[in-house]
């Protein structure tokens, strides 16, 4: 869990400058509805917070004319600070740890027991963790990521959230916590099954490679990287769909008015290198911190029971 933790952290400090970015050129291409701004993602999990623009505590300003992405990294740096670059930072945190810690803890536990459980289809295991890992960690964080969205729309204090919580359920049900967790998983369960697979298969390919029984930190980076770019490709539709999705349209309808209008090649418009550059520096970062926090806790724990061993021997 202390491993998850810091790759998160990690991660967002990273790719958060990479995404605040991104989002100030599509602004400036297609500006928010009005009283919304997409926050940021980065490449674990995304956020959309309720804002005015103007406002001083939102994290987006229009200002100036970007002509690419390095023009938009000086220009943000000259006129607001270099802390611009993390906008939107401090919320996204709250709610992209623990859902990364759930998330990767329960796929480690879950790969264990299937891989033993599974037996001949052991190598399968990683896929089937990593899609039911997701479930579990998109569900349990659906309804706060809800809830601090319609604190922020209502502008209220922290100290509301037990009024807020129970008005929202009076009027529109329980399920109504986990609104919006449909496109979510359409998109991230399937990522997620790839990724794990792709990565344990490209880990164990590399490590018979270099002829190395643990796993580097140069391996983990690398197969993270791959198997982060090969998930986001092959579901770019549904990310596109997610970003073009408005009211209580079905994932399948959008998708057919998208093809409808834009052909084929639409699901895959607009998003493909954008989506690239976030998200595969992002599992890269992750991974590879995940994997050498267990390595350096299993090295402590294994010289922890060692210890009174040797001295009692002694």
Not at 13 to 20: A, K, R, W, Y
Not at 212 to 229: D, K, L, N, Y
Request: contains cysteine; glycine residues 8%; charged residues 15%.
């Amino acid at each position: 869990m202390v491993a998850s933790c810091s790759g998160a952290i990690l991660t967002s400090l990273f790719v958060t400058p990479l995404d605040v970015v991104k989002i100030r050129l599509q602004a400036q291409k297609s500006p928010f509805p009005k009283g919304k701004c997409f926050v940021y993602c980065n490449g674990l999990m995304d956020h959309i917070c309720v804002c005015e623009n103007g406002n001083s505590k939102a994290w987006y300003k229009a200002s100036g004319h970007f002509n690419g992405t390095l023009d938009a990294f000086v220009k943000i740096v000259r006129g607001e600070g270099i802390k611009a670059l993390w906008s939107g930072l401090p919320p996204t945190l709250v709610m992209a740890v623990p859902a990364t810690v759930v998330y990767f803890t329960c796929y480690d536990q879950l790969c264990a027991a299937l891989r033993v459980r599974m037996g001949d289809y052991a190598q399968e295991a990683p896929l089937v963790a990593g899609a039911v890992a997701r479930v579990g960690s998109a569900t349990v964080i659906s309804p706060l990521e809800l809830i601090r969205t319609k604190l922020q729309a209502q502008k209220q204090s922290y100290g509301e959230l037990t009024n807020c919580i129970r008005s929202a359920v009076q009027s529109e049900g329980w399920l109504s916590l986990w609104r919006g967790l449909g496109p979510t998983l359409f998109r991230d369960v399937p990522f997620s099954a790839m990724y794990w697979y792709n990565y344990e298969k490209g880990k164990s390919w590399l490590c018979e490679r270099y002829n190395t029984r643990e796993p580097t930190f140069s391996i983990t980076f690398i197969s993270g990287a791959v198997s982060g770019s090969i998930a986001a490709v092959v579901t770019l539709p549904f990310d596109v769909v997610k970003t073009r999705r408005q009211g209580p349209t079905s994932t399948f309808s959008v998708m057919t008015r998208i093809v409808a209008q834009d052909g084929f090649g639409g699901l895959f418009a607009g998003g493909f290198l954008p989506r690239l550059i976030k998200v595969a520096p992002a599992c890269a970062i992750m991974i590879s911190t995940y994997e050498f926090g267990k390595a350096f806790f299993r090295k402590h724990n294994q010289e922890r029971i060692l210890r009174p061993l040797q001295t009692s021997n002694t």
